[in-house]
């Protein structure tokens, strides 16, 4: 991956024989498996290219892949958006659809969705950063589309992520998750915030506790991160955090949040068991984020220490 970075000859001659995953205004191409799931369409470079010839593209347009991946046989994995030509026709072509990234996040397995991630994360900061802040002249990428440089006096610009502080806030017998209006109904998910300037993890996640509901925390534990394309690619960092038993009551700020609310352990445990988000017309049952999401990782595991507490507690001697 470094080498083809580096070397834009390298990386062209792995163009040529990598596969692509095509996107359209940044929504990704799926395809129907013989058991009725979708998976992303990796398709062949040379496949790629007829399929632009038939739509009347010229050649130059699969230059203008990203790479995203390399397998384990040293072939190269690039994105690339076909957004000028006409969606209908490449997903007739391709035999697939274009769906809305967020959608296709509760679709695809855990193994399938980083790379989607990734692959929309770079195309949108190519097609947002076509000038130089400095000089305001046009900046040019290189081959594998890690970088851009700036015509006029040759800064060099690289991809950013904005730290974002994520957090599961347990009382030690329940999880506090709230939701925004953009969430689909009856959804909600962990609290999360971009880091301020200056501020440290911690510093982070006890500010957005405390502005969205009021709360101050007593301990934080780190669990683990995971880049996020949205809403233009950020690094989130999640964290598991309590509050004291006795100071649970909410305040919620309604400019940040439509809602939270404290959820027991059964009402979570009956949420992960669902397999499907509700269609529409369904009542708003609670359901959470997708599977690749960092926040459904905390909420599992926090699921889990409780079970495992619930077994500790009634494996003591003179339990009932």
């Not at 000028?84 to 296709?104: I, P």
Request: charged share 20%.
């Amino acid at each position: 991956m470094n080498r083809l970075k580096e070397d834009d000859t390298a990386c062209l001659s792995a163009l040529h024989n990598g596969q692509i995953f095509l996107f359209h205004h940044l929504s990704p191409l799926l395809q129907c498996t013989q058991r009725g799931t979708l998976r992303p369409a990796a398709l062949a470079t040379s496949d790629v290219q007829s399929v632009l010839e038939r739509l009347g593209s010229d050649g130059s347009l699969v230059k203008k892949s990203v790479l995203v991946s390399c397998l384990e046989q040293n072939q190269a994995q690039f994105c690339l958006d076909v957004g000028e030509l006409d969606q209908v026709s490449v997903e007739e072509a391709c035999e697939g659809k274009f769906l809305d990234l967020r959608k296709s996040l509760f679709l695809l397995t855990t193994a399938e969705a980083p790379i989607l991630a990734k692959g929309q994360a770079l195309l949108r900061w190519h097609q947002t950063s076509r000038f130089c802040s400095a000089t305001g002249q046009l900046t040019h990428r290189n081959q594998a589309g890690s970088q851009r440089a700036c015509s006029s006096n040759g800064i060099i610009y690289y991809p950013k992520m904005s730290p974002v502080v994520i957090v599961l806030v347990s009382d030690g017998r329940r999880c506090l998750l709230g939701r925004q209006p953009a969430f689909p109904l009856g959804m909600y998910s962990a609290l999360a915030g971009f880091c301020d300037m200056g501020e440290s993890l911690e510093e982070a996640l006890c500010r957005e506790v405390a502005e969205e509901v009021g709360l101050e925390l007593q301990s934080i534990t780190y669990s683990s991160s995971q880049h996020w394309p949205f809403p233009h690619s950020s690094l989130m960092l999640g964290c598991h955090a309590t509050v004291s038993p006795a100071h649970t009551q909410l305040q919620v700020d309604h400019a940040e949040l439509e809602n939270a609310r404290w959820f027991s352990l059964e009402e979570i445990t009956s949420a992960l068991k669902l397999q499907t988000p509700p269609q529409r017309g369904d009542s708003p049952a609670l359901w959470l984020p997708p599977k690749q999401a960092v926040a459904h990782r905390l909420i599992t595991e926090w699921t889990k220490q409780q079970l495992l507490k619930d077994t500790d507690q009634n494996q003591r001697p003179g339990s009932c």
